[in-house]
């Protein structure tokens, strides 16, 4: 009730408009929270610890995305015509940047092989920029719930999982500047050229998830072959978790992270729908 009292009436939100551009690069610069990788100390840890790290067949292609994404998301933010967008998206670059070299850092201080990557950058920067975007709502969508998975459960010691910590909030901060951005740059289009708009978004959309399955294929067969230990004792580890308990899990995890920035501005939706779907047609645990 006195919420109700004391917090003032927020005007609505036109989609499009030059006070949700205003609302969308503020949020984001004012959410940015400095830190410099190299400040960071990395914890010593034991040798069942590392080995479990070194097992995930995660690193070459974590490092590899981060990497393209700070380029190409750089590029896109000095392409970038209007200043206020420019600058959002010039911090989520150097912001990306930062998750490439925390990954860079800690595969070298754990030993974790990664062969030096040089990507180039595009070709057409708002593209990829979205296509980048796309990838990363589908992406954060899952990895909150295993980094919830991996903290609660002890797989990783807590020492290292807060040094992730703040880079997974950022890609949540990452994916509501995504979905703004383009339903801004939609909005802003004359009428002629809006289908134009949506079917590149859907093609960016369904490029991204084709992608998330290939990705997904190749993590099982190296799961499968090489890294015969990596799915059992990882299962082992991270507890016994049903799939529509993981499903609960990134759903509230992905609630939590996002909930903390202006309600007005407008919320990854794709992902999270499908996922509350499938929960309905995932049994409960214990039910036949
Ligand atoms: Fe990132
Ligand atoms: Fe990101």
Known sequence: MSNLLTRAPQEPLVIGSPEHKNLLCSFFMKTHVPYEPAELSWPELDAAAIERLRMLPIWEEAVRTEAATALAVLTMGAAEKDPALSGAITLQGYEEQRHAEILTLMTAKYGIAVPPMRPL????????????????????????????????????????????????????????????????????????????????????????????????????????????????????????????????????????????????????????????????????????
């Open 121 to 288: 950058p595009p070709a057409d920067p708002a593209w990829v920029f979205m296509r980048i975007g796309y990838g990363e709502c589908f992406d954060s969508f899952f990895a909150f719930g295993l980094f919830a998975l991996a903290r609660d459960s002890g797989f990783f010691p807590s020492s290292l999982v807060e040094l992730f910590e703040p880079v997974m909030q950022e890609e949540g901060r990452h994916i509501i500047f995504h979905v703004n951005w383009v339903a801004y740059n939609q909005a802003t289009l004359p009428y002629a050229g809006r289908p134009g708009y949506v079917f590149k978004r859907g093609l960016a959309m369904a490029l991204q998830a084709a992608s998330r399955l290939k990705t997904a294929l190749r993590v099982k067969g190296a799961a499968d072959g090489a890294h015969d230990n990596f799915t059992m004792n990882a299962h082992a580890q991270l507890g016994d978790v049903s799939p529509r308990e993981f499903i609960e899990l990134c759903l509230g995890e992905n609630e939590r992270r996002l909930a903390p920035y202006d309600p007005r501005l407008l919320r990854p939706e794709f992902v999270p729908t499908i996922a509350r779907a499938m929960l309905k047609t995932l049994p409960r645990r214990g039910a036949r």
